[in-house]
């Protein structure tokens, strides 16, 4: 006999360690332990999710007649790390060697491969793009540009494609998204679930165990096993995909989902295959129930940036979160972790994500990411930040989005040019501003908007290696254009700012 191993984000019923695997004979690892529950302090509202859903995915393998040998967090003879775990289990069953399928994470890649027991991975076949396939388009780019990794998805998967042309005549709608926040969300936001036995057994322990880390346990409303999270899946399809397209950048103080999918968590962890959620968005578009602009800007998020990510991760190697292109050094400020600001944006922002684990994509990018790119903090500070607070977070996924999009420490590889923007374009898809005691309009006293000051130092500081970026000459020129006594007074203004920053005061 073999055990398999079935990791926190595996809880797929065709992970291909159990279609390998024998159920007559081999035995399925699963384990809740504190190395993984603690490698960056995780949102309780994530931990509680993993091990709800882990303990509802083991029991539906052994209704399905598997032997699950499960360890709980609180079992006495818990070794506290998977390896150990699979060393524990291996003596325990005899075992003649342990199957599993490839962890989205180096780390854990590395620990397996380093275990005294006779192992074999196996491909995590739950992807479109296989590293081979990923590698190949890859091969002799210059850049590596998303949008035409996509369309070989498109290909691919045959989603949204009209013979060899894509429905509609164009790959990508994305000109009639992106719309300013609306007045009214018709959406009423994800379906909440209400906590059974077995979560609220998890909520105490994450309670007892991890009730410091940042971020609210209660209420706990998410969906923590595949039907449910096909049941959240259709009420959105209804709901709010048909206007996902319009309002995907859009913020409001007083609507934290909009219209977003709040889908991620699931598919991540496996509760939902990807190619089956486009799959029934694709089948809206056909039926007439969803627009064409929703539809394919969804479905390239999914095909398109989710796999692109994958792929760079893996391509990039394990050094890839050291990354520092730019050398930004300063320490993540105390206001990521809950304390106060006074920026009405970044509040919101923060306060969303303590309170449901959740921001949707430009709240990463173009509030907290954007700030962070501003005011010169350490990428890596930064990394650890997105992957403890967003219960969608696995190194796979994030590390691309924020070393790569959102910092642009990876020099380039990801983002043509950084994701930066003065208070503007948040005041332009928000209605933030307005209840912020900063001022948008004012670019440079007291109330300027912190986001204009650190614009123009960012460009500044950073001129000799952006100012020939041709998608950013046009930036360079204005800041140019301004008197000599003006560009003085930003960059003094932003220098005090970052001190105020530094020193822990409340900006
Ligand atoms: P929707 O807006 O409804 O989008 C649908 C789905 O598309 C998402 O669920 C996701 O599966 C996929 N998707 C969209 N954009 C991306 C992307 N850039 N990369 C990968 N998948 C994408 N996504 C994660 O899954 N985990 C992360 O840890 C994560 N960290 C991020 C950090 C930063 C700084 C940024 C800018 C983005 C990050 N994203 C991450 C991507 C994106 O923000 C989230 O996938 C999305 O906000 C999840 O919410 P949703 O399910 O409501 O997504
Ligand atoms: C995120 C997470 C947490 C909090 N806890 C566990 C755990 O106790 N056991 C487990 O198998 N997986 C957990 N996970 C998910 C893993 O961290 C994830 O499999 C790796 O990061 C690889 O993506
Ligand atoms: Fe954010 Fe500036 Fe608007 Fe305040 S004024 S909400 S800091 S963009």
Same mark, same amino acid.
């Given at each position: 006999m073999r055990l398999l191993l079935v990791l926190?984000?595996? %809880?797929? /019923? &065709?992970l291909s360690v159990l279609q390998k695997g024998d159920k007559a004979q081999d035995v399925v690892v699963m384990a809740e332990v504190a190395d993984e529950a603690s490698y960056v302090p995780h949102h309780p509202k994530k931990i509680a999710f993993t091990f709800a859903a882990m303990r509802k995915f083991a029991q539906t393998l052994r209704d399905d007649g598997w032997t699950v040998a499960y360890t709980p967090l609180d079992d006495p003879h818990n070794s506290g790390s998977i390896t150990g775990e699979l060393i524990r289990r291996a003596s325990e069953h005899d075992a003649a060697g342990v199957v599993y399928t490839e962890p989205g994470e180096w780390r854990l890649i590395a620990a397996l491969g380093d275990m005294p027991l006779k192992t074999h991975c196996l491909p995590d076949t739950r992807f479109i793009a296989s590293h081979q396939d990923f590698d190949d388009w890859a091969e002799g780019r210059k850049q590596l540009r998303m949008e035409y990794f996509y369309r070989e998805m498109r290909r691919k998967t045959g989603l949204l494609m009209d013979g060899d042309q894509p429905e509609g005549g164009k790959w990508n709608y994305d000109h009639d998204n992106r719309k300013p926040a609306p007045d009214q969300v018709t959406y009423g936001g994800p379906m909440q679930f209400t906590p059974d036995d077995t979560i609220k057994e998890v909520l105490a322990l994450v309670a007892d @165990?991890?009730? !410091? &880390?940042?971020? !609210? %346990? +209660? /209420?706990f409303w998410f969906a923590t096993d595949t039907g449910q999270a096909r049941q959240h899946l259709t009420q959105w399809i209804k709901g709010g995909l048909p206007k996902f397209g319009d309002f995907q950048d859009a913020m409001l !103080? !007083? &609507? @934290?989902? %909009?219209?977003?999918?709040?889908i991620g968590l699931y598919i991540n962890a496996g509760l939902l295959d990807p190619l089956e959620v486009c799959q029934k968005v694709a089948q809206a578009y056909r039926d007439g129930d969803a627009p064409l602009n929703a539809v394919e800007g969804f479905i390239r998020q999914i095909i398109g940036w989710r796999e692109y990510v994958r792929g760079i991760y893996f391509r990039e190697? /394990? +050094?890839? *979160? *050291? @990354?520092n292109a730019l050398g930004h050094d300063r320490a993540l400020p105390a206001m990521y972790w809950g304390a106060e600001t006074k920026m009405n944006c970044m509040s919101k922002a923060i306060g969303q994500t303590k309170a449901e684990a959740y921001a949707h994509h430009i709240q990463r990018l173009m509030v907290t990411g954007n700030f962070a790119l501003l005011a010169g903090i350490d990428p890596a500070q930064v990394h650890e930040w997105y992957l403890a607070v967003y219960a969608d977070a696995y190194e796979w996924v994030e590390a691309p989005n924020v070393i790569g999009m959102s910092q642009f420490a990876d020099d380039g590889i990801i983002a043509s040019k950084p994701y930066i923007s003065s208070g503007n374009y948040i005041h332009k898809m928000s209605d933030h501003c307005g209840a912020c005691a900063y001022r948008v309009q004012d670019k440079t006293g007291e109330k300027a908007c912190p986001f204009n000051l650190l614009y123009w130092h960012f460009l500044d500081r950073h001129r000799e290696r952006f100012e020939g970026n041709p998608r950013m000459g046009n930036m360079y020129r204005v800041w140019d254009r301004m008197d000599d006594a003006r560009r003085e007074t930003v960059l003094s203004e932003a220098d005090g700012f970052l001190k105020k920053l530094e020193a822990g005061e409340k900006v």
């Open positions: 926190g984000d595996q %809880l797929s /019923p &065709n @165990r991890f009730g !410091d &880390n940042f971020g !609210d %346990l +209660e /209420p !103080d !007083d &609507n @934290r989902f %909009l219209y977003h999918a709040v190697g /394990p +050094e890839y *979160t *050291t @990354r």
